[in-house]
């Protein structure tokens, strides 16, 4: 397995992805902690490209961007398979994933910052954007279709977990409360959080049993 140690921030949710796919794995992994706001030269050392979390070391080899991260941790424990075996369906779950970080959560950040014209104009694009991840996971328990959580799920599965704060802090809806057969699907991905308070729903049984 090797020598694995995972440079973070508690802040980062980008962070956490990588963690769900660590522990999903079974992968023995040391946490370090960094400071976004006063880098350590460590994350420098090993990130100096971006300058940001998470980075990955594998017995001293970095690896950053939390996506690549995902494919590597796929590609090296092969515990647990997280992209799909077919070609066409991995193409789609990195389209997907890639999406969701430049359109969903970029738009997610635009629309809360922004004023006036601007604003909304950000919410409106970001409406548009959500509208999709809602439709690619519409009745499904999980992203792929299939009955296992995969790399979509991981990729994903925590933009919800700060979906409300930042409709709150931006005075905005981005998910459209009026059609909640369908935002429900996406406000229920929570449950890779708050897996105890909603054991009824999507998610639950399988987190429960593999994450500690
Ligand atoms: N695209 C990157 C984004 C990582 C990212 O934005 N990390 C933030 C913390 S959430 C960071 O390190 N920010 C420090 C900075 O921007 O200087 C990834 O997926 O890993």
């Keep these: 397995m090797g020598e694995v140690k995972l440079i973070g921030s508690y802040t980062s949710l980008f962070c956490t992805r990588v ?14 902690e960094d400071d976004v706001f006063n880098k ?3 994350l420098l050392q090993h990130n100096p490209v971006h300058k940001k979390v998470p980075v990955l070391l594998h017995d001293g080899r970095p690896i950053a961007e939390s996506l690549v991260i995902l ?12 992209l799909p075996q077919d070609s066409y369906d991995r193409a789609m779950a990195h389209f997907w994933a890639k999406f969701a970080d430049e359109k969903c959560v970029m738009g997610l950040f635009l629309a809360a910052w922004k004023d006036g014209e601007e604003k909304a104009k950000a919410i409106e694009s970001a409406q548009e954007s959500f509208a999709f991840l809602e439709k690619l996971i519409q009745g499904k328990k ?5 009955d296992k959580i995969g790399y979509l799920d991981l990729a994903m599965g925590w933009i919800p977990l700060c979906l409300d704060i930042m409709e709150e802090v931006g005075g905005m809806k981005l998910i459209d409360a009026e059609k909640p ?11 890779l959080k708050n897996k105890q308070e909603n054991s009824q729903l999507v998610y639950s049984s399988y987190l429960t049993t593999h994450l500690p």
């Excluded at 590597?72 to 092969?78: A, C």
């Excluded at 057969?181 to 449950?191: A, G, I, N």
Aim: net charge negative; glycine share 4%.
């Design 181 to 191: 057969e369908v935002s429900t699907d996406f406000k229920k991905w929570y449950l």
């Design 40 to 42: 350590s030269p460590l």
């Design 71 to 82: 494919q590597y941790i796929d590609e090296t424990w092969k515990e647990n398979t997280l």
């Design 19 to 32: 963690e769900w796919a660590l522990k999903l794995k079974g992968v023995q992994y040391e946490y370090v």
């Design 142 to 146: 999980y992203s792929s279709g299939e």
